[in-house]
């Protein structure tokens, strides 16, 4: 699918540059994949028989890559995203109630993008934050000691 | 001048350390003093964080759990000059129990020195074990490395002496070193902390790794899920590189070694380290059948040395010191210090590095003071998700490859995740099935199709149908996925599921559903 400011000509100039980044590097379909999605926030349908050419890889490698990788979206997320663990030391921790108290609040379950795109939740196995659970990482940054009744690192600035 | 250390490790930071490190410096410029802040790696109480420390006359004296808020009231009352009398005081950190308990031979610098700099690494003992390898020339190193009895600390346990003669031995026109910093097992994050704490350690031992079998070129792979982790490896390399540590002619010893992060994508399976062979060479990270070892045809078809964090962070000090100064700590087959992570329901959780030998009840109970919750403590998990549930009746058990082996557990990379009363072991059990499932490579039948299934057999026994039946399909097919699974995800992942079924029977009994977990 093809969405706002990442037209088909404009992806394929972008993969090329990002391919270029990478020339000298074995095996860098991972890399030039995570630039791409550093780039647009997903990584376009479009992009994959561009970097099968550029790579010389048939785009069933390419797909079969992108496909196997819980990191990789096919379309944009949420204005924020917010990865929650919901790993057996943050369970520990209480970590489901965390998780339920902050699908309640947001109104949206983990996994899903919020109704107005404001936020994505997503599951996360383990940030290594197990002695200071339950944690999260929120736009890459991480949080800890959560509770039901502390959840504000969770959530967007000016938010009830 | 006044200096201060305030942690920059993800443990820290996700509790306020960066707004700590703010407003100390903006408090000392408007009282007009000079201060030096250095962003170390934690010492890995993590209770205490964020643990701000100030140089004083008489060693680094701390100020425990400090809010940025507290700053001006902290100073005030004569923080720089390490003055008692305010609660957040701890006095010097390494009197505190928790890490005179310690031995500490891998993490003797972190949360100490600052890691960005080469120089406060090698002032701490760093690049000892580089010089000594170069006089014992590659097969000494190999030698020294079997002698030290170390094992590899992923999870699996071998000798790690082996496998680096193994790679020594093949000839190839090239060969790699990798390090495998997927710490993906809930429960750990000591590969985590060193990286963020000590990253000067990981390159030499990789550099080391690279000596000793005759490869060029190290990868370092590490999980998506540690960004500051990249980031801080990444700075450390840089700095290695420019300062002639890393690259055509390293440390001036005619020695060619490049090192080159790679980010994982979130697939807990590239842990495994075929799998991560296949991530690096940008395939979908599915396992590979053994034979060939990797240490015969591994990255790029090239022989390939693959070794966790803790293991190529232990070889500078098996160099510097001597094989047999490593292997006089432990016990039994288990020679030298395993750092062990203290996490879940516990008070003291956090990194704690000793010989092998110390039991599971002692760790909870004596270093770990219980849980944090107050409530008593039903069930310890070690070794991360695929690691066995363990009661209290088993708390006797000797920290130690063997010792858990024989009680049908396993140490794993060394976590310990500590349950109170309220824990479902039905729903862990479940868990455990689940998250086979969503991890699962795809390649095997009984990991692939049997961690569904399971799911499946585990709800029905807890909707209570046909209960006896279900209980022994369960173990019938957690025997399939045990014997006939590829790799450690498939084939252990029976051990949470049957460890619950025969330590918490009562929880799969019709009379369950004490209370929803937690």
Redesign the interface.
Known sequence: MDHEGSSSASVAQLCREIVARHAD???????I??DLQAALGYVPAGAVPEIARA?NLTRA?VH??LS?????RSAPAGRRVV?LCQ????????G??VTAALERRLGVELGATSADGAVTLEP?????????GP?A?VE??????LAEDRLEPLLAEGMP | MIRVFVPGDTAAVAVGADEVAVALTATARGRGLGLELVRTGSRGAFELEPLVEVETATGRIGYARVAAEQVPALVAAGMFEGRPGHPAWIGRPEDLAFFRGQTRLTFARCGIVDPVSVEAYRAAGGWRGLAAALSLGPQGVVDAIKASGLRGRGGAGFPAGIKWATVAAASAPRKFVICNADEGDSGTFADRMLMEGDPFLLIEGMVLAGFATGAEKGYLYIRSEYPLAVRAMQRAIDAAYAAGLLGADVAGAGIRFDLEVRVGAGAYVCGEETALLESIEGKRGQVRAKPPLPAHQGLFGAPTLINNVLTLAAVPFILAEGAKAYADYGMGRSRGTMPIQLAGDIRHGGLFETAFGVTLGQLIDEIGGGTLSGRPVRAAQVGGPLGAYFPRALFDTPFDYEAFAARGGLIGHGGVVVFNDTVDLLQQARFALEFCAVESCGKCTPCRLGSTRGVEVVDRIAAGQRREANLALLQDLCETMKLGSLCALGGFTPYPVMSALTHFPEDFSPARRPEPAE
């Open positions: 590097r074995e095996g860098a379909l991972l890399p994949l995570q790579l490698e079969g890559a196997f990788y819980h990191d990789f990865k790993a057996e030391a943050c369970q520990a921790r209480g489901r109630r996360v196995y383990c940030l290594g934050l197990c002695a200071s944690a990482l890459g940054r991480p949080v800890a000691r």
